[in-house]
């Protein structure tokens, strides 16, 4: 007869911490690479871009307005806009509307940016849990 022993670990504890961990930050790398691409297709001229394209800026300040956040309790990246950098304007330039008494076509920037890089996104996730 032949005897045989075995033992097993639990290690559901370790694996889903660093699934959150890899998933937190390939987050953060798919929210810098949409900013980037948002951030490219603004461009610096004093002429107002055409209806339809991303919004010019003078100073570049729209340009340096674009931040991205990492909620880690909800697993969310928020991209967009500082509102304290440039207010409501940004808001008038994506979706079209009033701002300061003047209307502004749609001059989208963050959405395009979104369907440009949302095929490279899911590389963000490969490899992303490791031992």
């Known amino acids: 007869m032949i005897g045989m022993k075995t033992r097993t670990r639990d290690n559901t504890k370790k694996v889903l911490a660093k699934t959150r961990k890899g998933s937190i930050k390939s987050l953060g790398h798919a929210g810098a690479t949409i900013r980037l691409t948002a951030r490219r297709?603004?461009?610096?001229?004093?002429?107002?871009?055409a209806?339809?394209?991303?919004?010019?800026?003078?100073?570049?300040q729209l340009?340096?307005?674009l931040m991205y956040s990492v909620e880690k309790q909800n697993d969310l990246v928020v991209i967009g806009p500082e509102h304290a950098k440039v207010g409501r304007s940004?808001?008038?330039?994506?979706?079209?509307?009033r701002y300061k008494?003047?209307?502004?076509?749609?001059?989208?920037f963050?959405?395009?940016?979104?369907?440009?890089?949302?095929?490279?996104l899911p590389r963000?996730?490969?490899?992303s849990v490791k031992a």
């Open 41 to 49: 297709s603004i461009r610096r001229r004093k002429k107002p871009s």
């Open 51 to 60: 209806e339809g394209r991303p919004p010019s800026t003078r100073k570049g």
């Open 63 to 65: 340009r340096s307005a």
């Open 90 to 97: 940004a808001s008038a330039h994506e979706h079209g509307g």
């Open 101 to 108: 008494r003047q209307r502004y076509p749609k001059r989208p």
């Open 110 to 120: 963050m959405g395009p940016a979104l369907e440009t890089t949302k095929e490279r």
């Open 124 to 127: 963000k996730w490969a490899g």
